[in-house]
């Protein structure tokens, strides 16, 4: 049996089919208000499965967050996971937005949840925390790699908060976010056309101080839209060359719901943008 296609090069394929946006679905409890849905386990689904009608087969990357899923227990995992196989069904790339990060067999475990082969939560990449350290992430890192999924590990997030972690400086001189890049970059040494270690790196956080030059991976670059990043914020940030960087949009697209067809149109509009 073959192995399968690497994160990176299923990436590069769906950019160039669809362009770099990725768009996220957020249910956030104001967005199902303003969509005239309940608060309930119902809401949710009729939210979530309406994006999916949307965003199938139309963009390189959709990210259910799933936090909002959480929030209405097994039935609204449930969902999350029904999501995720309708997004595989359409043939869209499925970034599970988690954010999970710990150590040893727990590291392992979540692993297995987003990451391994017949996991209804696995989708084709998974976010992940590193600030336990780069390595607590390995079984993560090896299971995405053997079974051609992505990890895109949190590096320079756009909360203010971040930056007491992030900007840190580490003994070596490094901020800890250059020590994550630097990390992230040597796992993805030699791959092409596109690694499948990526990074969190927002859209909205001014000057980056970090060397992203020749970053051989995805940087996912959220708050582009609603929180205020825009096309020139993004050019700023990662220069001329953005081959990599996929803009994320959440509430900027949704808000346009509950009408499938100004939810495609409101896609459309960004990707023109882009």
């Avoid at 990890?151 to 908060?161: D, G, K, Q, R």
Wanted: aromatic share 6%; net charge negative; charged share 20%.
């Amino acid at each position: 049996m073959s192995a399968p296609d690497h994160f990176g090069k299923k990436l590069a394929k769906a950019v160039e089919a669809h362009g770099p946006l990725c768009v996220g679905i957020d249910p956030h409890p104001a967005l199902l208000d303003s969509w005239g849905l309940s608060r309930s386990v119902e809401g949710l689904e009729r939210f979530a499965l309406t994006a999916v009608e949307a965003f199938g087969g139309k963009v390189s990357v959709v990210k259910p967050q799933a936090a909002f899923f959480e929030a209405y227990g097994s039935r609204g995992v449930a969902v999350l996971e029904r999501v995720i196989a309708e997004l595989k069904d359409s043939g869209t790339l499925v970034l599970v937005d988690a954010k999970r990060g710990d150590i040893g067999s727990t590291m392992a475990a979540y692993a297995e949840a987003y990451l391994g082969e017949g996991s209804p939560l696995a989708g084709d990449a998974v976010t992940l925390s590193p600030f336990l350290g780069f390595g607590s992430l390995q079984p993560a890192l090896d299971m995405a790699r053997a079974n051609g999924r992505g990890v895109i590990v949190l590096a320079l997030t756009s909360n203010p908060e971040g930056a007491e972690v992030q900007r840190a400086v580490a003994p070596d001189g490094r901020t800890v976010a250059q020590t994550i890049i630097d990390f992230a970059a040597a796992r993805n040494s030699g791959i092409s056309p596109c690694g499948d270690v990526g990074l969190v790196v927002g859209a909205t956080i001014g000057e980056t101080d970090v060397d992203l030059m020749g970053f051989n991976g995805p940087i996912l670059a959220p708050g582009f839209g609603a929180q205020g990043g825009s096309v020139a914020d993004l050019k700023r940030l990662f220069g001329s060359d953005m081959r990599n960087v996929l803009p994320t949009s959440s509430r900027d697209v949704l808000r346009h719901g509950p009408d499938v067809s100004s939810l495609v149109s409101a896609v459309r509009t960004v990707q023109e943008s882009l």
